[in-house]
């Protein structure tokens, strides 16, 4: 299995960029693209969050519209700059718990090897991230379901302090608790997570977790604590999780346009020197 898996793609309304600077549109097509020259192509796409900029209706339209070419199944999850509601009336297929008001799903398809879970980490009104009681009562649930099927966890925040402090200081709230619930549980294979717009691996509880570069703009790096907030216009990308059999394996792809790909042979099987 294959899974492609974009973050803060930040869609804006249509000729519009986002501070004044990012054509996160443009950016998308690039991605989007990019993806379908793979010689593997993925089952799944996943999106970690902040798809669009300011949660309107017109920006998840043009998300829509962006995504469109792509033929894969689809799961996605809100960051801080998105509105349920709004995905709600523009993704009614993908609600898989409509007695809730976040937007969270435990899915598994026959063919697929591994269990999806996505979990809401949005606080509305703000950019930092919060898991509820709720929220945590209901991952439990769902975890304790199969405590043997290999899982991979989706959220927008991540559950770690990356050093970058300006956007630590908007991180997750009630990221101990889930802490303790993943060390439970030694199936979970990975937690993907957006928000910092930079690959960036760590550990949690014992559980590998990492975030995912943007489609668009790069939050600096800069892990000074009072580094201001600021981003750069680094290649942007997106990552592939493949599994192999018995994990995930994970690779970072890049959406521009670069020389290659060139032999390391001659045509007789002599290396090139």
Avoid at 37 to 63: C, F, M, N, R, S
Avoid at 82 to 98: C, E, G, I, K, S
């Amino acid at each position: 299995m294959l899974i492609a898996h974009f973050s803060d793609t930040h869609i804006k309304p249509k000729g519009r960029l986002a501070y004044n600077k990012v054509d996160t549109a443009s950016m998308l097509k690039a991605a989007v693209s990019h993806v379908q020259t793979l010689p593997q192509q993925p089952d799944l796409l996943l999106i970690t969050g902040d798809l669009v900029d300011q949660g309107q209706p017109e920006e998840y339209a043009h998300l829509k519209e962006i995504l469109a070419p792509l033929p894969y199944p689809m799961l996605l999850v809100p960051g801080n700059h998105d509105d349920r509601h709004a995905m709600r009336q523009a993704f009614p297929h993908l609600l898989v718990t409509p007695s809730t008001e976040h937007w969270q799903f435990c899915h598994q398809e026959a063919v697929w090897p591994l269990r999806i879970i996505g979990l809401d980490t949005v606080d509305p009104g703000q950019s930092g991230g919060f898991l509820c009681a709720d929220r945590l009562t209901w991952f439990a649930s769902v975890l304790n379901e199969d405590t043997h099927l290999p899982t991979l966890v989706m959220m927008h925040h991540p559950p770690f302090l990356t050093g970058i402090g300006h956007m630590d200081d908007i991180g997750l709230t009630g990221r101990e608790a889930f802490v303790d619930l993943v060390r439970q549980h030694d199936n979970i294979e990975l937690i993907i997570c957006g928000h910092l717009h930079r690959n960036i691996r760590s550990q949690v509880g014992g559980r590998a977790v990492m975030t995912a570069h943007s489609t668009a703009h790069t939050v600096q790096l800069d892990i000074a604590p009072d580094a201001p907030a600021m981003f750069s216009m680094e290649p942007p990308g997106y990552l592939l999780h493949w599994w192999n059999g018995t994990h995930l394996v994970t690779h970072h792809a890049h959406t521009g346009s670069f020389e290659g790909p060139y032999p390391f042979f001659e045509a007789s099987g002599q290396l090139i020197t």
